[in-house]
């Protein structure tokens, strides 16, 4: 056991060298990287194709990386936006770890993008522990899961920046109760932000856009300094 | 990496020939052990609480151990259909290991049970490598999750013997595509039996409990023979 906990610190440790390596790669390069995780069918997809679309819209240089275990459907899917998009197929493996991060985006020209997302492996576990040198994770709640994940999976609610909560076209349907939700996330997360959006029914979206902007602007007053 | 690779494949081993000595177990208590593995929130607990209902009041002797990162809420939850109920908390382990189920049952008398069902971490991912000596693998695929879930995590599907459609009573609302999910699970396990259920609205609960009284009259029938 004790040799399992050695070699398994020992991965972490080594990435999060290359995370931080990662980090000052695109703090440098002035692109904003967002780390979008979930349980699987939270809607990730989903909500990525009309954030890129919007951004794009607005004239933000926008590019996705997306994680699955096997298929390139995300990427094809997210390719519709018209944006740079590419697939990382882990095989297996049950999240990204910084390495692959960096091994797919090794080609892109990083200061020409305003936001690269990174949607990872659906997995509310193993992510968590794996820092890919993101600005910020965001993490989804669907209203079709229960109110009560994040009690049982506190480290990847800790470990966020914001909460989503998503499919909220759904939440009467599903009898959604909204108070033992956000009750949940704060009591393991204090005073994380949450959104509720349905990507579908277009809930929720001017928010989600507005806050990403307020980014990528707090990111251009804090480099003018 | 081969370092990795190898403590990994040593982990498995270990696991492999625990599970395999449990199975040897409950054949001879002659309780048929079913195993529950899905992505968080797709209605494991649910069905479950209604099969331990069900099987009880048609005289079956049941029990149930549930894993979960923390909290004690499936338990509690389960428990109010009077059946022995025991939670297995992994603090942060991704999934549930033969010696995780070993050390839980230790004091029960299998012996007196007819069925004994593993509710596993939610995460489609990890399980799948993770033998706990059950008879039957169970996974669900819930209408909100999306129809191409299998394609993106077929080892755990390739590992199942069964399929649950859950929550199918949204069906409707998510727009959900019963062709292209079957197609999708019998791609990655072609002839995999395959059943719709919806926990909550009562729908295909006789025919999953048939099945599983099946499973028992059949272990019945071997051991006369």
Redesign the interface.
Known sequence: MT??LE?RKN?LKKNDMLAGDLRDKFQSAGVCVVDLVS???AGKTELLEKTLEKLSDKGYEVAALVG????E?DANRLARSGVPVRQIETH?I?HLEAEMVDNHLRDWDLSKLDFLFIEN??????PSSYDLGEDFRVVFL?V???E??P?????IYNSSDVAIIT?ID?AE??EFDRQTAVESIHSVRPGIPILEVSAKKEIGMDEWISFLESKVNKKATVAEV
């Open positions: 040799r399992i070699v991965i349980s699987p069918g699955d275990l096997e298929t459907n297996g049950c492996v659906g997995n509310l576990v193993c669907a079709t899961e229960g009560d994940k009690l049982k999976y506190p480290t499919k759904l349907a599903v």
